[in-house]
T-cell receptor, first 113, second 116 residues
Framework: GNSVTQMEGPVTLSEEAFLTINCTYT??????LFWYVQYPGEGLQLLLK?????DKGSNKGFEATYRKETTSFHLEKGSVQVSDSAVYFC????????????FGKGTTLSVSS | SAVISQKPSRDICQRGTSLTIQCQVD?????MFWYRQQPGQSLTLIAT?????????ESGFVIDKFPISRPNLTFSTLTVSNMSPEDSSIYLC?????????????FGDGTRLSIL
């Protein structure tokens, strides 16, 4: 079946530190991959996406590359800010437009100044 | 993209009562989904709301407990019935675009539900 595995949190960093949140997946076929972010007290927002192997999604300084050979989609940011403190969810959909998302467990990021 | 409005944004309810959550989208969408996010947990799909037919429920969720309506392509409701403290969660509506390749799903802000 399809599943997503994220690194356990919480992740605690100082401002301007480098961030990596690991995400690996199991899927039949060729899924689309996503990172969503949930700020405290808010709903989910799409952060970035990649729809095929070797695609790089990027947004707000965050990047993730779709690695089919390692079935991974790790999230990175070169210099985090306090405002990046949130819960980050890796997710996939099977290669069928409109099907429901399958989420990882989420990783809490806390950035201090 | 789509703008999704969920109501209510939060509520505190008594044990044994029921609450209906509304999800309104500003454009016609093919797919509408309802998720539950228990405290400190990830999102779990409750069901897919199908326009003009019964919802499709995931394992562990049943229509008697979570009846869903979808009367048209822009609106859906989720009812949480006979609530208990274990139902305290965030309930999120999401929309998808079948046939539009790789369009990501969009989420409402969620309904934060606490049962006393």
């Amino acid at each position: 079946g399809n599943s997503v595995t994220q690194m356990e949190g919480p992740v605690t960093l100082s401002e301007e530190a480098f961030l990596t949140i690991n995400c690996t997946y199991t899927a039949t076929g060729y899924p689309s991959l996503f990172w969503y972010v949930q700020y405290p007290g808010e709903g989910l927002q799409l952060l970035l996406k990649a729809t095929k192997a070797d695609d790089k999604g990027s947004n707000k300084g965050f990047e993730a590359t779709y690695r089919k050979e390692t079935t991974s989609f790790h999230l990175e940011k070169g210099s985090v800010q306090v405002s990046d403190s949130a819960v980050y969810f890796c997710a996939l959909t099977p290669n069928q437009a409109g099907t429901a998302l399958i989420f990882g467990k989420g990783t809490t990021l806390s950035v201090s100044s | 993209s789509a703008v999704i409005s969920q109501k209510p944004s939060r509520d505190i309810c008594q044990r044994g009562t029921s609450l209906t959550i509304q999800c309104q989208v500003d454009s016609q969408v093919t797919m509408m989904f309802w998720y539950r996010q228990q405290p400190g947990q990830s999102l779990t799909l409750i069901a897919t709301a199908n326009q003009g037919s019964e919802a499709t429920y995931e394992s562990g969720f049943v229509i008697d407990k979570f009846p869903i309506s979808r009367p048209n392509l822009t609106f859906s409701t989720l009812t949480v019935s006979n609530m208990s403290p274990e139902d305290s969660s965030i309930y999120l509506c999401s929309v998808g675009f079948h046939g539009r390749d790789n369009q990501p799903q969009h989420f409402g802000d969620g309904t934060r539900l606490s049962i006393l």
